[in-house]
């Protein structure tokens, strides 16, 4: 019987994701990941996430261990036809189902099999053999997946398949544990997204932050070069939730200040874009070492026309002072990684194309070219505007597609914070 618990308590959730490449570190886990924000975002909590790998015993474990104290469990992987997919029958033993032939699954997989030109393996019979009671989870057997109930505990098998998880979540999991149980507590969420601070300087200013905030659940992801902060707020009433998670806002954005830089799907070249609009100003940009990168990013948005007027890639020397006027002399004495080198870029590019702000970038991409003075990863930045010139110098670390990332993403943030009148992040 589906079981409707009372209003003000959790049902025990566990997810368990199967495979030795998860273990190994060679693939990432998406899947634990996507589970558990598509269950909290309906108001169910999941207590545990565990990764096993592709062996009887620790799957059996896993299994066990779970339903002793979780009143739902999910499991992903090790549903496939090959000798190492081992979840249905580990499922089988754990909880002494024999496995039966599904004759209609078979056929269905013979037919597509054919369908698709295919040669038959008697591997593939695998497919068709299931736990005894299991209820088959997609109704076209498109997509490996079953369930089994044991007392009042649910366990739902689902594919390794990143794609295939995901639909059945949403299409056959999610609907079934939401006819089992009704929260009234209903989750809403806020996503902030910082740029310039490290995982562990965002941990010390949010210390003590939790305990004052005590219904207020936070969540922290690096999304590189960026961290992002995740606020859920659980309730009864739009308007009270809406004023946590106002509130919450606040406070972090006191905490943080200048460093929060947009929210939910916002992103920086939008924020950077958005800006320009309502000042009415325009932009242009001289790359090196990101290669057009700011351009493409800027130019993502639609309606960028209104406040970028060009870009130029001038990646050469002779580039720099053809196109923007550069001195040969500054090049020759500084190099065109330097200080002096990238003032003049800014200056040249607003100075050609008459926009109310010049923006310049050059540097050191890798993995060649670093000295001592001057290592891979070195990059300056320079913004003119207002007979100003702006510039600093970062050191960015990690492969070449990270630093031009990072130094995309300091670029713009310099716009941002020019027109918001706040300091720029200092370099070295």
């Not at 474990?61 to 992903?76: D, F, P």
């Not at 076209?140 to 369930?147: A, D, I, Q």
């Not at 056959?172 to 300087?201: F, N, T, W």
């Not at 990059?379 to 492969?399: H, K, N, P």
Request: proline residues 5%.
């Amino acid at each position: 019987m589906p079981f409707i618990r009372n209003a003000e308590e959790t049902m025990s959730m566990e997810i368990i994701i199967i495979g030795d490449e998860l273990i190994s570190g060679k693939t990432r886990d998406l899947n634990g990941w996507y589970a558990s924000g598509c269950l909290l975002s309906r108001g169910l909590l999941v207590s545990e996430i565990r990764t096993v790998g592709d062996n009887y015993p620790s799957i059996s474990s896993a299994l066990r261990a779970a339903v002793k104290k979780s009143q739902v469990v999910i499991v992903t992987g090790g549903l496939g036809p090959t000798e190492d997919d081992r979840t249905t029958e580990a499922v089988s033993r754990v909880f002494r189902r024999p496995l039966v032939l599904d004759q209609d699954l078979l056929a269905h997989i013979m037919e597509s099999i054919a369908r698709l030109g295919l040669s038959w393996s008697p591997s593939l019979e695998k497919l068709a053999w299931l736990p005894k009671g299991a209820r088959i989870l997609d109704p076209n057997r498109e997509m490996c997946g079953f369930s089994i109930s044991r007392g009042d505990r649910h366990l739902y098998f689902l594919p390794g398949v990143p794609e295939q998880m995901r639909e059945l979540m949403n299409r056959a999991v999610i609907p079934d544990l939401l006819q089992k149980h009704k929260p009234r507590l209903i989750p809403r969420h806020r996503l902030l997204k910082v740029y310039g601070m490290s995982e562990s300087q965002i941990a010390d200013a949010f210390e003590g932050l939790s305990d004052k905030l005590n219904t207020v659940i936070f969540g922290f992801y690096p999304s590189f070069p960026e961290n992002h902060i995740t606020i859920t707020v659980r309730g009864k009433e739009d308007d009270q939730i809406d004023r946590e998670l106002q509130k919450a806002e606040q406070e972090i954005r006191h905490l943080l200040g200048p460093y929060v830089f947009a929210s939910d799907e916002q992103t920086m070249e939008a924020v950077v874009g958005e800006m320009l609009k309502e000042r009415r100003m325009t932009l242009s940009v001289a790359e090196s070492c990101t290669g057009g990168l700011i351009g493409h990013r800027i130019t993502s948005i639609p309606g960028s026309s209104v406040y970028f007027d060009r870009g130029a890639t001038v990646y050469s020397n002779r580039s720099k002072v053809e196109m923007l006027g550069v001195k040969q002399e500054i090049l020759t004495a500084y190099g065109a990684v330097s200080d002096e080198a990238v003032r003049e870029m800014a200056e040249g590019i607003k100075g050609t194309a008459h926009t109310d702000i010049g923006l310049a970038v050059t540097g050191i991409a890798g993995p060649e070219g670093g000295t001592d003075d001057k290592p891979v990863g070195t990059v300056y930045i320079g913004l003119s505007a207002d007979e100003q010139t702006f510039s600093a110098c970062y050191r960015f670390s990690g492969e070449r597609d990270k630093v031009k990332l990072h130094s995309s993403e300091m670029a713009l943030d310099w716009v941002r914070r020019y027109l918001y009148g706040y300091p720029f992040i200092p370099g070295i």
